[in-house]
């Protein structure tokens, strides 16, 4: 039996493990997810012990996404990054790779929106924003960052191929340009808030909320009204899930299922 997983501290609120359970489970794969919660001190005892036993892949989550990298060998897209959420065993070494971006693209593109040519907006430089910039930069669009502290923007525009940096209070015009927008902050989680006021958004918008508690964020509600393409944060997540399935196992993923298993647990 292959066995994956996920390290992490805490876990227990993790879908990862229903989600990828329905995949092996659709596919007839005689494999189980399992999650992990070693002390930070002992993520690297826990990566080795996990290539020892055999198992044959791992998702990262907080707080280990940056540190793994001191103990895997990153792929170019996890490098730039800074973090990688995903690792596997399949080689000589454990190789670290990072899905967020490709999660992203891949709600955007399954909701039939353009990446190529577009003006992208996100709001937000944290772990998910990195992520989020560099893969939409990637995929042909020209990327605009805005966060609380400009000068953190700015410095991760520094780094993404083309991209610019601002602060929140640029925040009106930038939305205006926009194609595309990303939330990439977490509010919208613990309350009732929105990152961008409702009077900016507009009808030609797409919008993904990287939020999936609750699916549908006051942001997503206000860009609804304004006539805009909405996304939610589970279809992110779930597509961060497909993306690894598939570097594991180099199998097709069955998204209906996982997605079904995902969005019957939030």
Do not use: C
């Amino acid at each position: 039996m292959d066995v994956y997983g996920l390290l992490g501290n805490p876990v227990g609120h993790s879908l990862s493990p229903p989600m990828h359970e329905a995949a092996y489970d659709e596919l007839a794969l005689e494999a189980r997810y399992v999650t992990f919660e070693p002390a930070p001190d002992e993520l690297e005892a826990a990566i080795r012990g996990a290539g020892a036993l055999g198992i044959r892949g791992l998702n990262v989550t907080i707080p280990f996404k940056r540190d793994v990298l001191e103990f895997v060998e990153p792929d170019e897209l996890a490098s730039r990054i800074g973090a990688a959420n995903t690792i596997d065993f399949s080689g000589a070494e454990p190789t670290g790779h990072n899905t967020d971006a490709a999660g992203a693209l891949r709600a955007l593109r399954d909701h039939g929106v353009a990446l190529e040519g577009a003006d992208a907006l996100v709001v937000g430089a944290g772990g998910a924003g990195r992520a989020i910039s560099f893969g939409l930069a990637d995929a042909g669009a020209a990327v605009t960052i805005a966060n609380r502290t400009a000068s953190t923007a700015r410095e991760l525009a520094a780094e993404v191929p083309g991209a610019d940096g601002r602060g929140l209070e640029d925040l009106e015009d930038a939305v205006d340009d926009a194609d595309v927008l990303v939330n990439a902050t977490s509010v919208g989680m613990e309350e009732d808030a929105t990152p961008v006021p409702s009077e900016v958004l507009h009808g030609e918008l797409a919008v993904l909320d990287a939020v999936y508690r609750p699916l549908e964020t006051r942001l997503l509600r206000d860009a609804a009204a304004a006539g805009a393409t909405t996304v939610d944060g589970a279809w992110m997540l779930l597509y961060q899930g497909v993306e690894a399935f598939e570097l594991w196992t180099d199998r097709t993923a069955p998204v209906d299922e996982m997605n079904e298993a995902l969005r019957s647990r939030l």
